[in-house]
């Protein structure tokens, strides 16, 4: 019973430094633009929705999730929110009740060495940016985008049109990328079947402090202040999502600029009705 316990042990723990080794190397060639990693598995989905919970729960407070029935769509889907704060990717993950895959700035996801094949173990695929804008590769990670939409009728992708983060909030058409309808145009031609494609807006408002936060929710907001201050727009104390209704992308206007007005216009919308929300709840 010893030796078989042993070789038990011998065995798992082979096991788990192979897919260490799988996921490092994987985190590595997805520092190429447009390299598409491997589905992430059950376990990596498990454990990104159970960190962006607690992370949630420490970092920002409750949440509160309007629409949610809005997210029920059976095809293909570009998630897409307003995005202002390090805490979007997080928040984001808790309001929805599916898993999907994610675009990621390349020079977040290298910033530390274990990184990359966290970043590929949970379902990341990166994308070259530089002050919101796609650098050499965009093209590639556009390409890749699309490949992963049109793999499979019930493809979930989280997407942000602005690129980067926009601090104040305040939804500037001149700040939305035109990368994502790209992608879904593209994605539509991989299509052959006509199924569905579309993007959901989202809308993320954090609660400012109001001066009554418990020591411990002040302390979480001295350090975005401060060690983090390039991933935050301040203080933080609970958020309101809204999700709204999905818009095809055969209702979209053909014209890449024109459609992202659109697609921002209603996350502009559903920002309104979360501020809104909030004020009604106070």
Partial sequence: MTLFLALCGIAVVCYIASRVRFWTIEGRKMQT?????????WWGRTF???????????????VTVIGKENAQFSGRLAIAPNHQHGL?????????????????????????????????????????????????????????CARYLAQSRFSK???????????DNVLRPKEFRTGAVRALQAAAMMIDNGEPL????????????????????????WLWRT?????????????TIVIGKPIL??????????ATEVVRVHIQELLDQAIAAYEASK
């Fill in 157 to 167: 992708l989280l997407i942000f049109l602005q690129g980067k983060l926009v601090f």
């Fill in 48 to 62: 990104y929705l159970l960190f962006c919970r607690a992370m949630t729960r420490f970092a920002c407070g409750p």
């Fill in 227 to 239: 060690a983090l201050s390039g991933y935050a727009s301040g203080p933080v104390c609970g958020a």
């Fill in 88 to 144: 979007d990717f997080l928040v984001i993950r808790v309001a929805m009740a599916f898993a999907y895959r994610q675009i990621g700035a390349l020079k977040e996801v290298v910033r530390f060495p274990f990184l990359p094949a966290l970043a590929a173990w949970i379902g990341t695929f990166t994308v070259p940016v530089q002050e919101g804008k796609a650098k050499q590769g965009g093209q590639a990670a556009i390409d890749a």
């Fill in 198 to 221: 579309a993007f959901l807006p989202v809308a993320i408002y954090y609660h400012p402090a109001t001066g009554k936060e418990s020591l411990g929710r002040r302390a979480v907001n």
């Fill in 249 to 258: 992308l055969s209702d979209l206007p053909l014209d890449i600029r024109e």
């Fill in 33 to 41: 633009a447009g390299y598409l990693p491997p589905p992430p598995s």
